[in-house]
């Protein structure tokens, strides 16, 4: 079985596969200190109430946004995996992903994990929307090519950010306002941070869709993204399984002969 592992700033995302489907995911916040045994302790006792069993694991692939956590990743997968993991970034994998930028080194592990993930289901260029701690939009062309995009601050990190620097405003729920007007503090807080990130994805996606000058397909992941789904109307999909799909490509693409995807 393949272990598979998304750690972004905020949360790591573990999921395994059997080589036919997932069996499951799990998520957890992303401490980069924690090490190789701790996550070995978690995993497993989770693993345990899914009938399986880190000996199970055969085979494993990580992206990571976070370099002071890779190390620790890799040693879990090296100690407790019994295998060298597959890491994108690294010189030697191949991502099946073009990158057209000045400096392709500068492109983001899970962007351009995203990018192969919507290559593998969508025809066509894309814009692929990813709420996290950022939220990001990235073009990929018809050729499965990664060529830009926009970065901004997540909606989490706004709220945060609202919270801490007004003394008088509290910290609240991202919630979807009945009304854009608020009547209370509370209400007028939710609105704008709703209907503000509402109109910053149909906007950003609209002045996308315009320069580029062609049609191209909206997919929206991300863990903060399904607010949105009855919001936002430049979105096509809401696809979260999204990353997960790029990661099992690039493990095919890279795993060792006779591995491939099952990893048993």
């Given amino acids: 079985m393949l272990l598979a592992i998304d750690c972004g700033n905020t949360n790591t995302l573990f999921a395994v596969h059997d080589g036919d489907d997932w069996r499951a995911q799990w998520r957890t916040a992303t401490y980069s200190t924690r090490t190789a045994d701790e996550y070995a302790v978690w995993l497993q006792q989770l693993l345990q109430l899914q009938g399986l069993d880190l000996k199970d694991l055969k085979g494993c692939v990580i992206s990571s946004v976070v370099p002071q956590s890779l190390f620790n990743l890799r040693n879990l997968a090296r100690r407790y995996v019994g295998a060298e993991p597959v890491v994108v970034g690294d010189a030697h994998v191949d991502l099946g992903v073009g990158v057209n930028l000045p400096r392709p080194e500068e492109a983001g592990a899970d962007r351009l ?51 801490q620097a007004a003394a008088r405003l509290p910290r609240i729920a991202i919630e979807k306002p009945q009304r854009v007007m608020g009547t209370d503090t509370v209400g007028a807080m939710q609105s704008g941070v709703f209907w503000g990130y509402v109109d910053l994805i149909d906007g950003l996606v609209t002045r996308l869709k315009a320069e580029y000058g062609q049609p191209m397909t909206v997919i929206a992941t991300g863990g903060v993204v399904s607010l949105f789904e009855d919001a936002a109307r430049t979105i096509d999909h809401y696809d979260p399984d999204l990353t997960m799909r790029g990661l099992l490509e690039i493990w095919k693409r890279n795993a060792p002969q006779g591995e491939g995807a099952h990893a048993s």
């Fill in 113 to 163: 994990v995203n990018a192969l993930g919507g290559r593998v289901r969508y025809d066509g260029a894309m814009i692929i929307v990813d709420s996290g701690t950022a939220t990001t939009f990235d073009v990929v062309s018809a050729d499965g090519d990664f060529e830009g995009g926009v970065i901004a601050p997540g909606i989490n990190l706004s709220m945060q950010a609202l919270h």
